[in-house]
């Protein structure tokens, strides 16, 4: 019997929050434990209902959705929270927040139900969710300011001292975006090799998925300044 996802859905617009529970619910596998209009209501639900994954907004009432991310997936948590960031384009620089404060992935509201639902298994099974083209307009938009003015000795650049360069070349590749599939045909390597790289990456960086990886190449000025509008 395939194992049966419980989601809490945290949307502060009640006829997106109905969409999004009208989805779910229909699949065999997910099942909707919860919702919340507001950050403070997500925290308290996700600690008492313990969902497997959290669908979080980020314009929220009361305490918005990057402050509800860090504070239930962030460094300090004792057990952090699989959390799916679903945004417009219009506020992508929350959504870079919301990844460094401890977010598996984002998704557009506007995404098709298949490619929700695809986000929340993705995510559900420990993955994380970069899409290229968004990853590159987002993060690659604010890469200056998320540059620290003296990366060469910054100490996210020193921690990459630790990766062989072939590690550097990965870890660049997933900066870009690229799947274990296309960073598999760009240095011709099997994708069972690239996957053996990128768990090395993550445990020599210490990092828990490759939106770490993506947001610590940016800082240590690793990554290109992507495609800019």
Known sequence: MPTTTRLLVCEDQALVRA??????SAQPDMQVV????DGRAAIHQAQELKPDVIVMDIRMPLLDGIEATRRLAGPDSPNPAKILVVTTFNVDEYV??????GASGFLLKDAPPPELIHAVRTVARGDSLLSPV???ALIGRYAERLRPADTPT????????????REHEVLLLISEGLSNAEIAGKLVLSPET?????????????LRDRVQAVVLAYRAGLAP?????
């Open 134 to 136: 968004v990853t590159r």
């Open 154 to 165: 910054s100490p996210e650049h020193d921690r990459l001292k630790v990766l062989t360069p």
């Open 225 to 229: 300044g992507g495609d800019r509008p």
């Open 96 to 101: 870079y927040e919301a990844l460094r404060a």
């Open 19 to 24: 969409g999004f529970v009208t989805i779910f």
């Open 34 to 37: 919860g919702e919340a209009a």
């Open 194 to 206: 690239v996957k053996t790289y990128v768990s090395r990456i993550l445990t020599k960086l210490d």
